[in-house]
Each structure stands twice: as structure tokens, then as C-alpha cells.
């Protein structure tokens, strides 16, 4: 039988960093609450959890890098929402989001999750912020646990405290 390793989403003692655009504070703010309550109820303890706000996106990678790389967290949950205009400024935005971020968790030595709701109107935005579709920010929370402590089991110890 082959050996198996699967991440935890218990991680009493973790320290998280969540990185929250403003843009769009109406939609992120539902995904900050939904992921700061999906880690309470993991174990993560209140002074243990970080939100960062920055303007939009588009910031998001600069700000998860940094975060990633001071060696003070555990885990960095990025939060945003982009949602489709009238003009390309959606395609620029979600790409370099989506890329910077997916870049950062390459190169970090902890998970980096890509939260960022990216939708075609301000509806589906809703339902993926605590209606019909679930809160994505709870969801992403929980990969962060989940990866935080896979990580710990391939680097042979246990979550970054």
C-alpha cells in the first residue's frame, strides 16, 4: 500500500496573514469574515490572525510577498474580488492577480491561497461571499490550513508558530 500524506485543518498555534483589497470592500469584507471565522473555529487563536488591506488586486501578489517572506507567518490568504466592466481593465486586473499570486506561492517557503473572487457581475460576486455559492474567503481559510499543515508534514515538522 502506498504511503499516503494528507493536510490537517486543525492548526492550534498558526499564525495567518490575510491579505484584504479594498476595491470592492462590500465583497471582501463578507470573504475577510467568512475566513477569519473559518480559522477560529480550526484552532487559530484571534491574535493570531492578521488582516492587511491594500488597495485593490492588483497589490495583492506585492503585499502576499512580502508577508511570505518575513518568516512570521504560517499561512497568507489573499482576499479580493474583481468583477467585469464595460471595459478590459477586468482582464488586466484578475490576470496579474491571478499570476502574481499563483507566483508567490511558487517561490514561498508557505502556502499562499488565491481567494480572489473573479466574476462576470456584482450577483455572482454575492452568492460567492456568504449566499447560495458559499463564502470563498472560508473556503480559501481552509486550504491555508490544510496546505500550512502539509507543508509541515513534507518539511518533516510541524506548523510554522
Known sequence: MPRTIDGQLSARGI???IVAARFNAFIVD???????????????ADGDITVVHCP????IPQVAKRLADGGEYGAVVCLGSVIRG???HYDYVAGHAAYGIAEVAMSAKVPVIFGVLTTENIEQAVE???TKAGNKGWDAALAALEMASL???????GPKR
Open 86 to 88: 464595460a471595459t478590459t
Open 151 to 157: 507543508y509541515a508534514q513534507l518539511d518533516g515538522g
Open 15 to 17: 499564525k495567518v496573514a
Open 30 to 44: 463578507r470573504l475577510v469574515e467568512g475566513a477569519v471565522d473559518a480559522l477560529t473555529r480550526h484552532g487559530v
Open 56 to 59: 485593490g488586486a492588483f497589490e
Open 128 to 130: 460567492r461571499a456568504g
